[in-house]
Structures are given as C-alpha cells and as structure tokens.
C-alpha cells in the first residue's frame, strides 16, 4: 500500500512538474529573439559591420554550440554530486548564457568607440561563449527522460512548447513595435545606447536566470548513475543502436526543409505576397495561435495512433502545405486570406514538429536504458546536435542559392527573387523523402511503452 501510494504520488503532481520544467523554455525564447536580432540587424545596420563578417561570427557560434552540447550532456551523465547530475551544470551555465548575452547585445558598456576589427573579434567571443553555455539546455532537456515516464511526455513537450511559444510571440511582437527603430538610434555608434535596449536587455537576462534558478531550487534530484559512464563505450553504443541513428539523420533531413520554413515563411509574406505592417501582425498572431492549438490536437492524436503514425501524417500534410507557396505568383489585390490560410497550415505542422521532437529522445534514452542498464539521457540528448547543425548549415547554403536566382513579379508589387516561391516545393521535396526514409528505418512506438 505505502509503495502503490508512493508511485502514484508523482503522478498526482505531474502537471505542477510539468509547468515548472516548462519554464525556462519562456527565458530561453527570449534570449535567443534577442540574441538572433543582434546578429541579423544590430551588429549591421546598428553597429556598421559587414553582413559577410557577421555570417562568419554565426557559424562558428553553430560549430561552437554543436560541440557544447555533446559534451555537457555527456559530463552530465558521468558525475553524480550531492544536487545530483544535471543541477550543478545548470548553476554554471545558466550566470555565463546572462553574461555573455550581455556583453554580446550592449558592447557600449564595456567599450566606446571600438575599430571594425575590435569589434568583430568581441561578437566572435561572446557569440562562441554565448553558444556554448546555451548547452546549459542539454543538461535541462535530459530530465524529460529520467523524471517523466513515456505517458506523460507528450504533455510534458507540450506544455514547454507552451512557455516557449509565449516567449517567442512577446518577441515577434515587441520587435515590430520596439526593436525596428533601435539601429537607427544608433547610427553606427556602440556607446550610444538606447534605454530601450539596455532595459531589455536586463530584463530578459533576469527573467532566463531566474526561471533556470527556479527550476534548479524545485526540480527532484533524478537517479544517480550506475558507475561511471565511459565515452568511447558509449559512443560505440549509439553507434550501434540503429534506431537512434536512424532518428537523429531523420531529424537532419527535415531541417533541410524546417531551416527555410523558420526562415522564409514570414518574409514570403512581406516579399511576394506585399502584407502591410497590420496584415504581418495578423500573420504572426495566426502563426502562435495555431502552434498553441495544434500542440494539443498532435497530443491527441499521436496518444491514440502513435508517435510514428502522427510523424507520417505531418511530414505528408506540411510538404502539401508548403506546395502552396507557388500560390504567390497569382496577381491579386489582396492576398491576405491565401496567407493566413498558409500560415495556419504551417502553424499546424510546426505544432506537430515540435511535440513530437520534444519526446523522441528521452524516449529512446529510456529504450537504450531497459538494455544496459544505464541512463544516459544526457548523451541521447546531446549528441544529434552535431548532426543537426551540419544539416543546418547545408539548408542556410541552399537557402543563399536559391535566393540568388532572378527576380521575378506578380503584378501586385516589387519584384523578388524566384527562390521566394519556390521554396516552398523545394522544402516539400525534402519532407517527402524523409517520410520515405521514415517508414522504412526508424521506429518511434516501443513494446515497453503498452505496460503504461
């Protein structure tokens, strides 16, 4: 009876549980809304540097974050302390991820009028350091395995796609409304700062601190590890676990087309379909609603068919939905319904996406644990963004070729180029013959999981 009791005690709880490990997401997407409008605008139009160098500053920010990842996942499946595996990783990271982010959007605290190369060599350091205690996630990410059993991490994605859907709109939002009139403030001049800058940037470091530091004081201690995990025999183990390799490049070739839809569906709308300031809103406000929406309709529906049915469905109905992007090339007055029936339909396989991504890998942590014994939630965790950001930067690469190619026009407005509409097909491409690759090698529904 005490043992029953004790069980489902955890269970009873698991929706408190949930929202308290859902919250960083809210401090994390605020962070990176901030810290991606630095790269894009502030550094250039802001700051005066060139777009070429900024780009060399992203990259090895990516190469920087691919390997952090990896490792601090892995450090954290080996030492177990009186917090426990993940905590003290968490304690560390979490100040450097604040202070980096500072240094990296206000330089004019610590510096006045810098040379063009001084500063370049300043967004290259904090971006690198910026990207490598953004590993402070892996670590974090590694409790969905080891402190939610298989049921209940549907909800648990969902949930955290939740606080960080809420994070990611209050940026879109006080971007268009706030953040546009910023570079101009600065005029190139870094010790000119303007309040509104400086005070979010604050802000938005608190708020991520404390939601990490929230977390760490109220998160269970999970499990500690059984001996110390040896690297090279782990690698050696995902090596071999066929499935896990199988979903890590399944998920490297959906970013192929995830990359351009995250990048271009927006500027599709403002491009070729000439949305005004309000019809944009209208569009990001359609693009968050339906995300929040379809996150619980996904839940439903892979609870009652399976993760890997619902993976199929959604790489079959975004790559028809993003078929549509060739819709743009109709002259008409108004396209503003064609949009916000095309931003629903990718809201909707985002929503998806982003559920089902969010449980794979501890689920697969704990398939690999019911074999060996041994947790390592941390490395499943942390290993695929090595491969995920390979796949990135080969997406970014197609990305600039397409947007290379000849103008073009609808009749409504500016030309732009052909890769704005083809886009769209191109990404379907990609979908498609991962659905393909999908149903044939990868298995995401475990024999383990029908005892719960």
């Not at 709109?169 to 001049?189: A, E, K, R």
């Not at 090698?441 to 475990?446: E, N, P, S, T, W």
Request: glycine share 10%; charged share 10%; with cysteine.
């Amino acid at each position: 009876m005490n043992e029953t009791s004790q069980n489902e005690a955890p269970r009873r709880n698991a929706t408190k549980l949930m929202n308290l490990f859902g919250l960083p997401r809210l401090g994390a997407a605020l962070l990176l809304g901030i810290q991606g409008f630095a790269l894009l605008h502030l550094y250039t139009n802001g700051y005066g540097l060139d777009a070429s160098i900024v780009e060399i500053a992203n990259t090895l920010g990516l190469l920087a974050i691919a390997g952090s990842q990896f490792l601090f996942g892995w450090i954290s499946d080996r030492w177990n302390t009186r917090l426990g595996r993940r905590k003290p990783y968490v304690i560390i990271l979490a100040p450097v991820e604040v202070l980096s982010f500072i240094c990296l959007i206000l330089p004019g605290l610590f510096m006045q009028n810098p040379s063009k190369p001084t500063l370049f060599g300043w967004l290259i350091l904090w971006n690198i350091v910026f990207e490598v205690a953004y590993a402070v996630t892996t670590p974090y990410g590694a409790w969905m395995a080891e402190l939610f059993t298989v049921d209940e991490r549907p909800k648990t994605s969902q949930i955290g796609n939740y606080y960080g859907m809420v994070g990611t709109g209050f940026m879109s939002v006080f971007s268009l409304i706030g953040l546009t009139g910023i570079t101009d403030q600065l005029n190139g001049s870094v010790g000119n700062i303007p309040p509104l800058l400086l005070y979010t940037t604050f802000t938005f470091a608190a708020i991520f601190l404390v939601s990490f530091f929230v977390v760490i004081a109220f998160m269970p201690t999970e499990a500690p590890p059984k001996g110390k995990p040896n690297l090279v025999e782990n690698l050696k183990n995902i090596y071999h676990n066929k499935n896990y390799m199988a979903v890590v490049l399944m998920q490297g070739f959906a970013s192929l087309a995830w990359y351009m839809v995250g990048n271009l569906m927006l500027n599709y709308l403002s491009n070729v379909l000439h949305f005004n300031t309000l019809e944009y809103i209208i569009a990001g406000a359609t693009l968050l609603i339906g995300i929040f929406l379809f996150l619980y309709m996904w839940r439903l529906i892979i609870v009652k068919k399976g993760k890997k049915w619902g993976l199929l469905t959604l790489f079959l109905a975004a790559a028809a939905i993003l078929c549509c992007s060739l819709f743009g090339m109709i002259p008409s007055s108004s396209m503003l319904v064609f949009g916000i029936l095309f931003i629903a339909g990718i809201a909707a396989s985002l929503g998806g996406w982003y559920l089902i991504s969010g449980v794979w890998y501890a689920d697969l942590a704990e398939d690999d644990e019911k074999r060996t014994e041994e947790m390592k939630a941390g490395l499943y965790g942390g290993f695929p963004s090595i491969v995920l950001n390979l796949f990135q930067a080969l997406s970014a690469f197609i990305l600039s070729l397409m947007l290379a190619w000849p103008k073009i026009s609808n009749g409504t407005g500016d030309s732009f180029s052909a890769g704005y509409v083809w886009w769209g097909p191109l990404a379907a491409i990609f979908l498609v013959l991962t659905y393909l690759y999908s149903r044939r090698f990868i298995r995401l529904d475990y024999e383990w999981e029908k005892s719960r």
